[in-house]
C-alpha cells in the first residue's frame, strides 16, 4: 500500500496521520506496525513520534489485514479545524452522509474519530459533495456552528472553486447559465469558467461556482456540449475512469481571523494519475 503526505498533513506524527489516514485501524494495531518496522517513510522504519514532511512517500504492507481496514472507514485528510467546523479532503466514491446501505460515510467516520478525541458534538454537513465527487467538505460541530455555516452559505458568501476535465475545447473563458431543477423546479444557475489547459480531446478548467444547485456543473458543461471525463449519467466519456473528473478544489467562507478563510483540497491520486497519462497540456 502506497500513500503520499500532502501539504495539509506537514508536520503530524506517523502515528496520528496513520490514525487518520485509516480510521477504523485500533491504535494498538497501529502501534505494533509501526514497532514491526514496517511502516516505511521515503523507503527507511518509521517511528510513532516522528513528524511527516510534506511529499513523503508511505509504504504499508500488502497485507487482507490492512486492505480490511482501509475499505472500513474513509480515510480522514484534515484540512483545518475549528472549535465550530472540520473541513476534510472528501475521496471520491465515498457518501457525505450516512445512507441506507450499510457503508462506510464521511461525515460518521469523522463522528467517530472526534469522539476518541472526547469531543462529543453532533457532526453536520454544511454544505454537499456528490459520491463521485472529491474535494473539499465542511463539516459543522454542533447544531450552533451548523446554523452559522449555513447562513454564510445562504447569504452566498461563500465562494467555491472547482477542477473539471471536460470532453471537447471551450474558449478560453466563459460563463455557463443554463438553469437547473432543483427541488422540483427550474432555478437559475450561474458559473464562471477558465481553460487551465487542453490536450486533444480533453479541457481541463476551473470553474467558479456562484450558485449551488445539485448536479449543477455536471448538467450545465454537458448541456454546453463540453460533458465532464467520466460522467456517464450525462454523456461523459468513460475511458478516463469510473467516476467525473470533478474536484472540489477550493472553498472560502470569510472565516474568522483565527481560522483559515481559504480551504484547499489537494489533488487526489486517481485524478493526477489521469492528468498524467494525458500529456502536457497546452495553454491557451
Not at 505494533?32 to 510534506?54: C, D, F, I, R, T
Not at 450516512?98 to 464521511?106: F, K, M, N, S, V
Not at 445539485?214 to 468513460?238: M, T
Request: charge should be positive.
Amino acid at each position: 500500500m502506497h500513500l503520499r503526505v500532502y501539504r495539509c498533513e506537514h508536520d503530524l506524527p506517523v502515528q496520528e496521520w496513520l490514525q487518520r489516514r485509516l480510521p477504523a485501524a485500533p491504535g494498538g494495531y497501529l502501534g505494533k506496525l509501526l514497532k514491526s518496522g514496517k511502516v516505511l517513510v521515503n523507503g527507511q522504519p518509521s517511528s510513532a513520534g516522528q513528524p511527516l514532511a510534506a511529499g513523503s512517500a508511505i509504504r504499508l504492507p500488502d497485507s487482507a489485514r490492512l486492505r480490511e481496514l482501509a475499505a472500513a472507514a474513509p480515510p480522514l485528510v484534515v484540512l483545518a479545524e475549528t472549535p465550530g467546523w472540520l473541513a476534510l479532503a472528501k475521496p471520491a466514491g465515498v457518501p457525505v452522509h450516512p445512507t441506507a446501505e450499510d457503508e462506510a460515510d464521511l461525515s460518521s467516520t469523522a463522528q467517530n474519530w472526534l469522539r476518541r478525541r472526547g469531543l462529543r458534538c453532533r457532526v453536520a454537513p454544511a454544505h454537499r459533495l456528490d459520491r463521485g465527487t472529491s474535494g473539499v467538505v465542511i463539516l459543522a460541530k454542533g447544531r450552533k456552528a451548523a446554523s452559522e455555516l449555513g447562513k454564510g452559505l445562504m447569504a452566498g458568501t461563500w465562494r467555491k472553486t472547482y477542477l473539471a476535465l471536460v470532453a471537447g475545447q471551450p474558449p478560453a473563458t466563459g460563463i455557463l447559465d443554463r438553469p437547473v431543477h432543483h427541488r422540483g423546479r427550474l432555478r437559475p444557475a450561474r458559473a464562471g469558467y477558465r481553460v487551465l489547459g487542453r490536450s486533444d480531446r480533453f479541457s481541463l478548467l476551473a470553474l467558479d461556482l456562484e450558485t449551488g444547485r445539485g448536479h449543477q456543473l455536471r448538467v450545465q458543461l454537458a448541456g454546453a456540449g463540453w460533458p465532464i471525463a467520466g460522467d456517464g449519467r450525462y454523456g461523459g466519456p468513460q475511458d478516463m475512469g469510473a467516476r467525473p473528473c470533478l474536484h472540489c478544489l477550493r472553498v472560502d467562507i470569510g472565516a474568522a481571523p483565527d481560522a483559515p478563510a481559504v480551504l484547499t483540497a489537494p489533488l487526489p491520486e486517481d485524478l493526477r494519475r489521469i492528468l498524467t497519462g494525458l500529456g502536457p497540456f497546452s495553454t491557451p
